[in-house]
């Protein structure tokens, strides 16, 4: 890889840490056990992923038998809903419009062929639900709710406690996908009042393909893997040792590093907001400017094509994004703008930008610089 270009996509992924890499080598050579074996080779492979099962809980506040490891964000996503809604009687899900595909397209999936009632929460025009929505839309049927904690495109967060003050009182169990929000924000199951929880290790510079669903002690979980005794049963598959060690090690440092972490993306992220803001005319923030993650930046440029933008500053060097990953290929603009209230016309007009720990304020100012002149040169 050039060494010289800019990588502003940390929503999408992050690099891996040599501190990962350097706990996951083992695991990939000599320490070759499966967990499940009772012999010395097994038992050095359990013990591995019991460590990593405990730094993942200690990074949400959990405990180690609440984490199921699963193949990334979207498994855990699937696990949760699916497993909440399949052999209920009559099933009804509330969820939000700005979901991450991993959520919209399987409650889709459910109500296409599940039988499932599905209540699409609307949000305003900064990205947030309104908890009283959620109460107005819960029936007698309703068995899970799923918001998401800190959305991958705008970067808004949730009123998570206020939701789960309802989902509490109503005794029914709240499902959030925190894949964003872990790295960046605090996390603790308890504060939020969530029962279920997923987490992806590739946006906290662990392994891609790893990742957990947190299941609240006493929550009902159907497996949709079936097989072995794996995870307590609740999902089926020798354990992928050396990508799960990887995403314990990225979750103590997180843990470790956050506070730090916070000031310094939340600095540059500052910085690029006002560089573009007071540089390049015609442009506004979309989302919330408060509720937000401090990693991600999302800026509407009129008249523009995000997509337009996006190629003439990756020819320059610099990787952002129209979106989510998963929306990138595709013409389609953003739905999270789109249930903001915005024209087709503005979502399509928005870049997005996430920055990582590597971000540099000299990243920030050749960013600006090359930005300046891509718009000059598309506004001409
Ligand atoms: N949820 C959110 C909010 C995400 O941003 C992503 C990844 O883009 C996912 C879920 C899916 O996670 P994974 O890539 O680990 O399947």
Redesign the pocket.
């Known amino acids: 890889m050039d060494h010289d270009r800019i990588y502003l996509d940390h929503?999408?992924?992050t690099p891996l840490r040599s501190e990962v890499l350097d706990a996951m080598l083992p695991y990939l050579g000599a320490v070759f056990g499966n967990p499940s074996s009772i012999h010395t080779y097994g038992q050095e492979a359990r013990r591995a992923v019991d460590r990593a099962r405990q730094q993942v809980a200690e990074l949400i506040g959990a405990r180690p038998a609440e984490i199921i490891f699963t193949?990334?964000?979207?498994?855990?996503?699937n696990l949760a809903l699916r497993g909440r809604v399949i052999g209920v009687e009559r099933p009804h899900v509330v969820t939000s419009a700005v979901?991450?595909?991993?959520?919209l397209n399987t409650c889709r999936d459910l109500e296409r062929r599940g039988g499932v009632e599905v209540t699409y929460l609307p949000v305003d025009a900064s990205g947030q639900v309104d908890p009283s929505a959620l109460e107005a839309a819960l029936t007698s049927h309703t068995c899970l709710v799923s918001v998401?904690l800190?959305?991958?495109d705008v970067g808004t967060l949730q009123p998570l406690e206020a939701l789960a003050q309802v989902t509490t009182r109503r005794g029914l169990p709240l499902h959030t996908?925190?894949?964003?929000a872990a790295g960046k924000l605090p996390l603790d199951v308890d504060r939020l009042g969530v029962d279920l929880l997923?987490l992806?290790?590739?946006?906290i510079y662990g392994p891609?393909?790893?990742?957990a669903l947190y299941v609240r002690q006493g929550t009902l979980l159907a497996a949709q893997l079936t097989g072995g005794e794996h995870e307590r049963g609740r999902r089926a598959g020798t354990e992928n040792v050396a990508a799960i060690v990887g995403f314990g090690e990225a979750c103590a440092l997180a843990k470790a590093e956050l506070e730090r972490e916070v000031v310094h993306l939340t600095a540059l992220r500052d910085q690029l907001q006002t560089g573009i803001l007071t540089r390049v005319e015609r442009t506004r923030v979309n989302g919330l400017e408060t509720q937000r993650l401090p990693n991600t930046l999302n800026i509407g440029f009129s008249g523009l094509e995000g997509e337009d933008l996006l190629l003439n500053l990756d020819l320059l060097g610099v990787a952002a994004s129209t979106g989510?990953?998963?929306s990138s290929g595709t013409v389609d603009p953003s739905h999270v703008l789109i249930a903001m209230g915005q024209t087709r016309e503005q979502a399509a007009s928005a870049l997005r930008f996430s920055l990582g720990r590597d971000s540099t304020e000299q990243d920030v100012d050749q960013t600006l610089t090359l930005l300046e002149q891509v718009v000059a040169a598309l506004r001409s």
């Open positions: 929503n999408a992924t193949s990334g964000g979207t498994e855990a996503d979901e991450h595909p991993a959520v998401m800190a959305n991958n996908d925190a894949v964003q997923a992806s290790s590739h946006k891609k393909g790893s990742g989510s990953a998963c």
